[in-house]
């Protein structure tokens, strides 16, 4: 499974920005989502999830602040960001099952 995120990218505090993580796989539609982000000398950090069903969970830290959402037919999740701060500054994983990665996308907010 190839996952390939994008999006990420330089934004003042305050901004926006959209992730995309886009996929070939044929069992996407089945497949639970997962967005985490690393920050250099840190542990991995869960962000937010989608299952197939669409529930979504987000951690506390971005609740109310970032979306997380599937396109089923483009086999694609996305990640909306909004009223960023420089605590976002990572780097942006997409997963499935948590299982599969993609490359990752640096965010960096700064002013």
């Known amino acids: 499974v190839q996952l390939q995120a994008s999006g990420g990218g330089l934004v003042q505090p305050g901004g926006s920005l959209r992730l995309n993580c886009r996929t070939s796989s044929a069992i996407f539609s089945r497949s639970d989502m997962y967005w985490y982000r690393r920050v250099p000398g840190k542990d991995r950090e869960f962000v937010a999830s989608?299952?197939?069903?669409?529930?979504?969970n987000y951690a506390d830290s971005v609740k109310g602040r970032f979306t997380i959402s599937r396109d089923n037919r483009l086999k694609t999740v996305y990640l909306q960001m909004n009223s960023l701060n420089s605590d976002d500054t990572a780097v942006y994983y997409c997963?499935?099952?948590?299982?599969?990665w993609g490359q990752g996308t640096l965010v960096t907010v700064s002013s």
């Open positions: 989608i299952v197939s069903g669409g529930t979504v």
């Open positions: 997963s499935m099952w948590q299982r599969y």
